[in-house]
């Protein structure tokens, strides 16, 4: 019996990672004039059993359409110090290419974005902490994954789950923009 159960649970489980990291938000462009000259790379955060697929949702794929070139950094579920050195490998491949990336992480990533290593790191033109309020109603399995990697700010809404995204999604190519335009300005000035 105990055995069912636990298989029912984890069926739950995994068509509710399925269903989130398939769903489709509806949104319109919104025009710029500068489209920024480097990769944006987004940093997936902690994972657990009760959230692992497609970190981002659909984030990424606005900046794409958009105009952006997006990759997705897939990342160790926990373990820190492999974490630190998948980010180290993407910086160093980037300076062996002789390019620069701007890189995009949560809060669940702050830690190891922060290190000198990666923070002056010749590869990296920017790092961009998206940040979330906890002011959404959660799922069940969001309080899970929340308690799981101890954030309790963690929000999957704001990931791109529903409509909730648009505005991290704005807030993100708002900064891609604003990133663009200064690195315009100074290679004008130079």
């Not at 050195?85 to 160093?92: C, E, Q, Y």
Request: proline fraction near 4%.
């Amino acid at each position: 019996m105990i055995f069912f159960l636990f298989i029912f649970c984890v069926a739950i489980i995994l068509l509710h990672n399925i269903r989130r990291s398939q769903k489709k938000i509806k949104f319109e462009l919104i025009p710029n004039c500068l489209v920024l000259d480097v990769p944006i790379v987004f940093v997936e955060g902690k994972k657990s059993l009760f959230y692992f697929l497609n970190y981002w949702n659909f984030i990424p794929y606005y900046m794409k359409e958009h105009g952006y070139e997006v990759h997705i950094l897939r990342m160790p579920w926990r373990n820190q110090s492999q974490r630190k050195l998948a980010v180290l490998k993407i910086l160093d491949q980037s300076r062996i290419e002789n390019k620069q990336v701007l890189m995009v992480y949560d809060k669940t990533c702050e830690e190891i974005m922060q290190t000198d290593l990666i923070r002056h790191h010749p590869s990296l033109i920017k790092t961009e902490l998206i940040e979330y309020k906890t002011k959404n109603k959660f799922s069940s399995l969001s309080w899970f994954h929340r308690c799981s990697i101890r954030d309790q700010h963690w929000n999957p809404q704001h990931l791109g789950v529903g409509p909730e995204a648009i505005p991290t999604a704005n807030e993100v190519l708002h900064r891609a923009i604003s990133l663009a335009e200064k690195r315009f300005q100074c290679s004008h000035n130079s």
